[in-house]
């Protein structure tokens, strides 16, 4: 959702009083609330005409709304049997439903990182690398930030090589949760983990953790790294996004954050940003990017990162199509 859609939102649920909003926030994830919550704060005095829009949109979209399904579950398994028979649709069912066979971890998705890191900081990797596969991959990362080096690395060389979760194993993490499971030993195997997990959170740790990391993994095994790193999408491997993709991306993103985060950028993606600008954005981008002085490499790094996740998130809305198996193949 860009900033518009969120104050939309915002403006919508403020609208609604306080018992609707919170029935509403009841079926929002983690990082939604979050984010509404934030832009909610941030918001003063709303114009009228600017409420009526919303209205009139809000009105527009549910009176295009119909329930087609009675229980969409059901339909779904029922579809993808039909259509690629039981074993290869039960593989899909089992990743499209995992979610709620796991809900007792859905409450570490609440908790701040460094509690969460706090609650964990004492337990053994593997059983932290378990953990760790069911986040979100920046909340992953956060909480491993707070960790000590040794920790981070022994941590992610385990995710890295995680071959799924078993529920007997799932059961070792009531030591640091109240309840992890509620299925038993009828659940199967939770398909977690992996070189491409890995990858995604170390994606979001910065250039020294990063390095740090990799490091550590290439004396232990240096074919799991190289695998790795062929799965990780830094900054700079934007330039293999074709003109759509930058398109798309560049309107999702503040023109100020983009200053700061071409400040790190190679000329060849700096070139490849402006051609995909009108001439007098780019234009006004190439005399930003001089007049700006130094800025720091944390800015630089974290800004980078925002437009990572944007990446990602287009990614997942279809808006950007990314092959599956490397960094290196988009189509």
């Not at 009526?52 to 009176?63: G, I, L, P």
């Not at 009675?70 to 979610?99: F, H």
């Not at 890295?160 to 038993?184: F, H, R, Y």
């Amino acid at each position: 959702m860009d900033d518009q859609g969120l104050e939309n939102a915002a403006i919508l649920l403020m609208s609604l009083g306080e018992e609707q909003a919170a029935e509403v926030f009841k079926h929002l994830a983690p990082k939604e609330v979050q984010r509404l919550g934030e832009t909610i704060a941030k918001m003063k005095a709303v114009p009228r005409e600017r409420l009526e829009q919303v209205m009139d949109k809000f009105n527009t979209v549910a009176s295009e709304q119909h329930m087609l399904v009675a229980d969409t579950d059901e339909y779904v398994k029922s579809v993808l049997r039909k259509a690629l028979g039981d074993d290869k649709a039960n593989l899909l069912i089992d990743r499209i439903m995992q979610g709620s066979d796991v809900s007792g971890l859905e409450s570490l998705k609440w908790m701040d990182s460094s509690a969460v890191a706090e609650l964990l900081r004492n337990e053994h990797p593997q059983i932290v690398a378990a953990i760790l596969v069911h986040l979100d991959f920046d909340q992953a990362s956060s909480i491993l930030k707070a960790f000590t080096e040794r920790q981070r690395n022994e941590v992610m060389i385990r995710i890295a090589t995680l071959d799924g979760i078993q529920p007997i194993a799932l059961k070792d993490l009531n030591e640091v949760m109240s309840k992890v499971l509620a299925g038993g030993d009828k659940l199967k195997k939770a398909s977690l983990g992996g070189v491409k997990t890995a990858a995604e959170i170390i994606n979001l740790m910065g250039n020294a953790v990063e390095t740090s990391i990799l490091d550590y993994i290439r004396e232990t095994d240096g074919e799991l790294a190289q695998k790795i790193q062929d799965n990780m999408f830094t900054f700079d491997d934007l330039i293999k996004l074709d003109d759509k993709g930058i398109q798309s991306l560049l309107k999702e993103v503040q023109s100020e954050s983009l200053v700061i985060a071409l400040k790190g950028a190679t000329p060849e993606l700096r070139e490849r940003v402006f051609k995909n600008m009108s001439s007098r954005a780019a234009e006004t981008l190439r005399e930003d990017l001089e007049s700006r002085g130094p800025v720091r490499v944390s800015e630089v790094e974290a800004e980078q990162k925002e437009m990572l996740k944007t990446v990602r998130r287009l990614v997942d809305e279809g808006q950007i199509v990314m092959a599956s198996g490397g960094a290196d193949e988009f189509v």
